[in-house]
């Protein structure tokens, strides 16, 4: 038991310590809120990756091997596809067939790379240890495959829009290169991706501004499609999930990415430095945003949760 005496002595000894340390309690707490500040502004800041026109406007199909290493269309010139470092160091990977230009590129569930090819009506696959170049799939009735997503097993989606006449169609390719056309007669059908659930399908409309969520069952079968967002200005381009379910949409002509609820609720707009976001992807471990910009010939990036 301590005296009232010695409990008075502790008193002014607790006093005299907390007049003596309370300049570098001020300090510590002034450094922790400006740390905070400071983290917080640094999400979702677009900074560049790399220079302009390093890539061609072309620049389209981001996408994230399992190494962690990023990849995109149209480096330099014209049916190339560039594969960049963390620096943002870019250089050639591969030279597709003479007449093929990529567009959307995605990694199949062993590795091999599918790229869209829109010029040919085809979906190449690349041997990433070889860089052998070979149609997987061609497609005559395709108007020009533009953007892919691939489902956990293998199945892949495409978009296939027609600019000139503001439709599209939206295809399905079986683990076996099987092609069966899953709806004709939409919108300009563009930016497409699977949940990472593998439960939903997201393909928007560019033209029409629309975002339609399709559900997906054991079969991989589109099923009982919904509309989930619509826009009045600019136009959508490539889509990609978070490790969560959320959905970013690139938004052409506005320079920005939408952050939106797989229910399609809107919960952040994030401003680029150009104006015409192509495609996006994630970095590995899913901090990173990497966003493929026509009117810069570049890849823009910001950081994420």
């Known amino acids: 038991m301590v005296s009232g005496e010695e409990s008075c002595r502790w008193d002014d000894r607790s006093r005299t310590l907390l ?6 309690f001020t300090a510590v707490l002034i450094c ?24 061609t406007e072309g620049i389209e199909g981001p996408a994230v091997d399992q190494n962690g290493a990023l990849y995109a269309v149209n480096f330099q010139e014209e049916g190339t596809i560039g594969r960049l470092n963390s620096n943002g160091q870019a250089g050639l990977f591969v030279k597709l067939p003479q007449g093929s230009v990529g567009n959307g590129i995605r990694f199949r569930p062993d590795g091999t790379m599918i790229v869209a090819d829109y010029k040919g009506h085809n979906l190449l696959a690349v041997d ?4 052998a170049v070979s149609v997987w799939v061609h497609e005559p009735r395709m108007n020009q495959p533009n953007d892919l997503t691939i489902a956990k097993d293998g199945v892949v989606f495409a978009s296939d829009p027609n600019w000139m006449n503001s439709t599209g169609n939206l295809w399905k390719v079986s683990q076996d290169g099987k092609v069966e056309l899953v709806e004709s007669g939409m919108g300009t059908t ?3 991706e699977v949940s990472p659930d593998g439960e939903f399908l997201y393909v928007n409309e560019s033209v029409q501004r629309k975002i339609w969520r399709y559900e997906l069952g054991i079969d991989k079968d589109p099923k009982y499609k919904k509309l989930i967002a619509e826009f009045p200005d600019h136009g959508l381009d490539g889509m990609r999930c978070d490790p969560v379910g959320n959905l970013y949409v690139a938004r ?6 939408l952050k939106l609820t797989p229910n399609g609720k809107l919960l952040r707009e994030i401003p680029l430095k150009g ?3 192509t495609n996006l992807t994630f970095s590995k ?11 810069r010939g570049s890849i823009e990036m910001f950081r994420v949760e």
């Open 252 to 257: 052409y002509g506005k320079g920005t990415i």
């Open 128 to 131: 990433m240890k070889s860089k």
């Open 285 to 295: 471990d899913g901090k990173i945003v990497y966003v493929t910009m026509q009117d």
């Open 32 to 55: 922790s809120l400006f740390c905070l500040s400071f983290a917080e502004s640094a999400l979702y800041e677009a900074t560049d990756l790399t220079a302009n026109n390093v890539f």
């Open 190 to 192: 563009n930016g497409i």
């Open 19 to 24: 007049v003596t340390m309370r300049p570098l």
């Open 275 to 277: 104006k015409r976001p």
